[in-house]
């Protein structure tokens, strides 16, 4: 009996110190840098700090254009200049066109694709087919701020604020000294909708706001502004201007978790990327392409080593081999989806660095009778080597009149989603985007379809 009294206390001993031993470890885990979870804080200091620092990825990023041709936004508005550096990503409202910098795109493929005279980004300009575009690659406010915000895809400018969206509301007082880190700066529609992110508040030992430093996405790149308090008053004070905050984080982005989807990749976007130096492709490196689309391998050979072949494999198959090489463009299309690798062998026998990238399929089709107003219907939708994800609906008639239907895995196998009849309020014609995702970027897809009453 004395022997099983001892054993009793025994284990309960261990399993105390099991207990914290396991606690301890988490905690240190929990407090380790890359981890978005730190020991000791809120979760509203968490998605502060970290929307300050996923914003300066975008906005403190450093470029020089290897060429000329690469569009400022806006119709006449000229070029980046050749060999000038340039900070912050470049303003480009690139829709169905283009690609968005930080969501359809790693920061390190547009990077790549800077390096490489004959990418998208010199000698494509979609200035004159989509409104304030520019450059093939490029952000708005909009996308910037929701990247910062941790946002799966981004919310249009006045779908930050408490008059579109749940889970914000204005700040009081309407002024610096009620200003806090990751807070908003919304301009209404009225003025010309625009979105912008306070990233740094400075007090003074009395605990007064000095300094507010303001963050957005303009052309030409990202502006980064550091205020005085009395002129970030004057700031939020014209243009009808409202100072708002998030104060139920998960109210605010809903489905639209930037965790739950492949893409914003953080952790790829805020390293240093090794920029291949022998060979890019026109869209730069590490992204996708669909099906049939024709891909141009630049053999760009930067430090004359000499190279002897072209090496094209998908997977561990090669796919193709082509000799005696020399600088310039080789073109390929690839009419089998999957994961594509490119290397050069040199004359010495050495590999370049791979390119790498993804050949994939995404379609969808929608009812071919009368779709009503206020009523449910279907998109049927299939994609090769890319997992659709959601859909996004926008009204031509109101376009304040935006949503979003997140794509779950009982919809993937069905090969089909239900729009909830309540998405548009609006009838006419409407745009449908689908978007589809793989480990190197994201598809979108444009159909549109009237919705009657």
Same mark, same amino acid.
């Given at each position: ?13 261990r399993?105390k ?7 301890l470890a988490?905690l240190?885990?929990?407090a ?7 020991? /000791? ?8 700090? %970290? ?29 980046f ?7 912050? #990503? ?25 390096? %490489? ?17 520019g ?17 799966g ?20 007082p ?5 200003v806090? #880190?990751?807070?908003?700066v ?5 003025a ?17 706001v000095?300094h ?14 550091y ?5 970030? %008053?004057?700031?939020?004070a014209?243009?009808g201007k ?36 022998v ?5 730069g ?5 669909k099906?049939?689309?024709v ?7 930067r430090d004359?080593?000499? #190279? ?6 998908r /997977? ?13 463009i ?8 999957g994961?594509?690798?490119?290397y050069?062998v040199?004359?010495? /026998?050495?590999?370049?660095?791979a390119c790498?990238?993804s ?39 109101n376009?304040?009149?935006a ?8 919809d ?5 989603v ?7 309020k609006?009838?006419g ?25």
């Amino acid at each position: 009996m004395l022997h099983y009294k001892v054993s009793t206390r025994y284990i309960i001993c261990r399993l105390k110190h099991c207990f914290l031993v396991c606690t301890l470890a988490v905690l240190i885990v929990l407090a380790s840098p890359g981890n978005h979870i730190i020991a /000791g804080e809120n979760e509203a200091e968490i998605w502060q700090k %970290n929307a300050v620092k996923y914003a300066k990825i975008m906005s403190g990023v450093k470029w020089t254009p290897v060429a000329d041709g690469m569009p400022i936004k806006g119709v006449g508005k000229g070029y980046f200049e050749k060999g000038k550096e340039y900070t912050g #990503v470049p303003y480009s409202s690139v829709k169905y066109e283009g690609r968005y910098i930080g969501f359809d795109i790693f920061l390190k493929t547009f990077l790549a694709a800077i390096q %490489n005279p004959h990418s998208v980004v010199y000698t494509e300009n979609l200035s004159e087919k989509v409104t304030n575009s520019g450059c093939y690659y490029g952000a708005v406010c909009s996308s910037y701020t929701s990247y910062a915000l941790q946002c799966g895809n981004w919310y249009l400018s006045w779908q930050h604020s408490p008059d579109y969206r749940e889970g914000v509301s204005l700040v009081e007082p309407q002024s610096a000294q009620g200003v806090q #880190v990751g807070d908003i700066v919304f301009t209404p529609p009225n003025a010309g909708a625009h979105v912008e992110i306070v990233t740094e508040v400075t007090r003074n030992d009395a605990g007064k706001v000095t300094h507010v430093r303001v963050e957005d996405s303009w052309p030409e790149t990202t502006r980064n502004i550091y205020r005085g308090a009395e002129e970030f %008053n004057l700031h939020i004070a014209a243009k009808g201007k409202m100072l708002c905050r998030i104060i139920d984080y998960d109210t605010w982005r809903a489905d639209n978790k930037a965790e739950s989807f492949l893409f914003p990749n953080y952790k790829e976007d805020s390293a240093t990327a090794s920029i291949n130096r022998v060979l890019l492709l026109d869209r730069g490196d590490w992204v996708a392409y669909k099906r049939g689309q024709v891909v141009r391998f630049n053999i760009m050979d930067r430090d004359n080593q000499g #190279v002897n072949k072209l090496i094209v494999k998908r /997977g561990i198959d090669i796919v193709e081999e082509i000799d005696k090489l020399k600088k310039g463009i080789i073109e390929r299309a690839f009419s089998i989806c999957g994961d594509y690798t490119a290397y050069c062998v040199m004359n010495d /026998g050495s590999h370049s660095q791979a390119c790498e990238f993804s050949v994939c399929d995404l379609d969808f089709s929608l009812p071919t009778g009368k779709v009503t107003l206020g009523k449910p219907w279907e998109i049927k939708f299939a994609a090769d080597n890319m997992k659709v994800v959601f859909a996004y609906l926008y009204s031509d008639q109101n376009r304040y009149n935006a949503g979003y239907v997140f794509i779950n895995d009982e919809d993937r196998r069905n090969g089909q989603v239900t729009i909830p009849g309540d998405l548009v309020k609006d009838s006419g014609n409407l745009q449908v985007w689908l978007y589809g995702e793989n480990r190197y970027g994201r598809l979108k897809k444009r159909q549109d379809i009237f919705l009657g009453n």
